[in-house]
Every structure is written in C-alpha cells, then in structure tokens.
C-alpha cells in the first residue's frame, strides 16, 4: 500500500466515494495532513480527469491539484464483486466519505447501516446537495445550483453586476469541503473518546446559506425586521479595488486608527475629519458609498507605487492586484515557499500549491504523492485484501 506518511492523521485510512470538485478537495486536505486515501473510481474516472488543460489523456489540470496524495483503485460498484472489494476496504477503513446521492448509496448497498455491519467503528461522511430531511433531499447538487439557490447571483446584481452571475470559482464546492475536512476530524476525535463511530452529513446548500447569511442576514436577524438583508459595506459598488493614476490598488482603510491616519497623512483628506460622515465607525457604515466614493476620488490623485509608499509609512492596510499568473511570483509566496515546483511521473515537471496550514511538529512532506493515473494502484490495494492475481484480472476486466 502507500509509503508510510506523517502528519497529525497519519495512521487515518480513508476511503475516498467522491469525484469532480467537493469531495477530492476536502480528501486532499486530509491527505495533506498524514491520511492514508485511497480513491475509488468507475472505469471512466472521475470527472475532472478530463476537463483541460493536460499533457495526458486522463490527467487535467484540476484533477492533478484536487488528488495528489492519494491511490486510485477502479471498481464496479453495481457489479457484486466490486461492492465486496469496497466494503472490505471500508472494513480496514477509518472514514468512509462520499459525494453520491445517499439514496444511490442505498441502492449499491453502500449506505451506513450495510457499511456499519462491517466496520462498526467507522466514520461515515455524506457530502450531499441538501440536509437529508427537507424537500430537496433527494436533488442533484452542482456548484453553480448551490450558488443560485443561496443567493450568490443576487448579491452580485445588487453589488452592481449588469445581471446576475456566479462567482468565478467553485465557491459551494469548496467552502462545503472544508466543512467536510472538520466534520472528518471532529468526528475522529469523538471516536477517540467514545470509540463508537457514526454518521456525518454535509449538505452544501446549508454550509453556503450559512456562509451567506453570516454576511448578509443584517436587518432580518431581528423581530420585526430593522431593514433589508444584506451588508451594505459588501455590496456598494464603490468596494472595488481603487482606480490610481496610472493603475490599481486594493486599499482599506477600517478602523479608527486607519482614518486617523489617512486624514494625517493625506493633504486632500484633512478636511474629512470634521466630516460627521467620517468620524465614526457607525457614521462611516452608515453612508459607505459616499465614504468609499470619496477615497475614489482621491485615489485618482496619485500613482500606484506613491500611494504604496504613503499607505505603507502610515500603516494603513493595502495590497496589489494579482492575476493567478502575478501568484505564481508574489514575493510572499516565493519566500514562503508555499508554491512549489515539484515533479510528477507522467505529467512531468509541475507548480503545486501548498498546504495553507503549517504544523509545528510535521514539516510538509518534500515529495509528496503525486495524483494517481487512473486505476493506478488497484492491484496493490486488492491484493491487500488478499485477492489472488487471477480475481484481480477478472475485476479488472469487469470493470
């Protein structure tokens, strides 16, 4: 099986049921942090497989990033000995996690009950569309529907969007994994104390309400309403990164402090410190989009590198605008080390982004696993179960 690992879950075995986005990240995370994965996959392979830009056939952009640290295993799942061979890894699993519909868990024969009776100690982590008992239980879930139906496109129109639009990353996919990763960890620890598994369920359309209207809930937390929903700081259209004389600048100037500051050490801004608009924190959220207007205005006034020096001299909190490629050489991120160069067997040299978190007593590993080819490791890992070569050919066949 794979090679020993280390990291605060090494000696946690994972078996992997997802594909596309949500789940693969949420077993990449856990991966990175020491669990031993192994990734099930149907003979055409996960999705994301297949989506470009790749060398090779099999091995996209989005997969390699979303499974490295992981084995890949091909089996059949509706034929009976490939629904075997899975719950005789769930058997020697710690946490059994999955992104298909739990009612066509069921009708494999992998829902919890059938998988409990074989590992009564396990984890069973369900990444579905919709909490199991509401009317959506039963609904495909995809990222762009998740973010339709917990206002994502709203927002964007009263931000000033000409129509409604999604964000432009998998924002329900991912904000649901990282539920998905403390849900795995919570529930391991748990077991730690109870030694009793269970099952964890984690629907996106809750974790991205959630995330919403932690924002944007405002006037309607209250009985009776005090106002409208959403958070007037997030959605005036004059919160963009601000316009120089010769470019752009993300600026933010929040607090008290911050104002002080910029009204010292900004000539033109003086004025606003007898501005009843300006001078508190409720008076500036109250009349945000003439507070942002103005420092608009204002920041036209100089260049992008002079507004740098002054912000950073009066410490007030400010950054570049970086495309995905300016990312690759942010000086941050090369001194850090958090993007790496590292090489992969079929795909040959490639970037790999780093883990976010850093554990005091286990360093990254330097080489870690690269994402599998397809099927890669199914006879490793079948063999481990004890099958014979010859069991292993006809499943493989059947596959």
């Not at 059994?96 to 396990?122: C, H, Q, W, Y």
């Not at 006037?219 to 929903?229: R, T, V």
């Not at 501005?275 to 006034?301: K, P, S, W």
């Not at 942010?330 to 993007?339: C, S």
Request: charged share 20%.
């Amino acid at each position: 099986m794979a090679t020993a690992s280390s990291g605060p879950l090494a000696g946690v075995k994972i078996l992997d049921l997802t594909s596309v986005v949500l789940g693969p990240f949420a077993t990449h995370i856990l991966a990175s942090m020491g669990a031993e994965v192994i990734k099930v996959e149907t003979k055409d392979g996960d999705t994301m497989r297949h989506v470009g830009p790749m060398k090779n056939a099999g091995m996209g952009h989005i997969f390699l990033h979303a499974n490295s640290g992981k084995q890949s295993v091909v089996l059949d799942l509706k034929n009976a000995d490939g629904l075997e061979a899975a719950l005789a890894l769930a058997a020697q699993s710690d946490v059994l996690i999955s992104n298909v519909r739990p009612a066509a868990m069921t009708r494999l024969g992998l829902d919890f009950e059938s998988v409990k009776a074989r590992s009564p100690r396990i984890i069973y982590v369900s990444c579905c569309g919709f909490d199991q008992d509401g009317p959506y239980a039963a609904k495909p879930a995809y990222d762009d529907l998740i973010q339709g139906a917990a206002g994502v496109p709203w927002l964007m129109k009263q931000y000033g969007t000409p129509e409604p639009c999604y964000a432009p990353v998998t924002l329900a996919d991912r904000v649901t994994g990282l539920h998905a990763v403390y849900a795995v960890t919570a529930a391991l620890y748990e077991r730690e104390k109870t030694g009793v598994g269970q099952a964890v369920v984690v629907p996106m359309f809750e974790a991205l309400t959630q995330f919403v209207l932690g924002d944007h809930l405002a006037g309607f937390s209250f009985y009776p309403p005090l106002g409208d929903a959403g958070y007037a700081r997030l959605l005036t259209p004059h919160r963009k990164p601000y316009q120089t004389a010769d470019g752009y600048l993300c600026v933010l100037i929040y607090n008290d402090k911050h104002w002080q500051s910029f009204f010292d050490s900004v000539g033109e801004a003086r004025a606003l410190k007898t501005d009843a608009r300006f001078i508190t924190h409720t008076a500036r959220a109250d009349n945000i989009d003439a507070v942002y207007a103005e420092v608009g205005r204002l920041m036209q006034t100089r260049t992008t590198a002079q507004w740098q020096a002054l912000l950073e001299a009066a410490d007030i909190p400010n950054m570049p605008i970086n495309s995905p490629e300016d990312l690759l050489r942010d000086p941050h991120h090369v001194a850090t080390g958090f993007i790496q160069e590292v090489d992969h067997p079929t795909e040959g040299r490639m970037r790999r982004v780093g883990s976010p978190v850093k554990w005091g007593n286990h360093p990254m590993p330097a080489n870690p696993i690269p994402a599998p080819l397809l099927g890669q490791h199914t006879r490793e890992v079948l063999s481990s179960l004890g099958y014979s070569d010859a069991v292993i050919d006809k499943m493989m066949q059947a596959a």
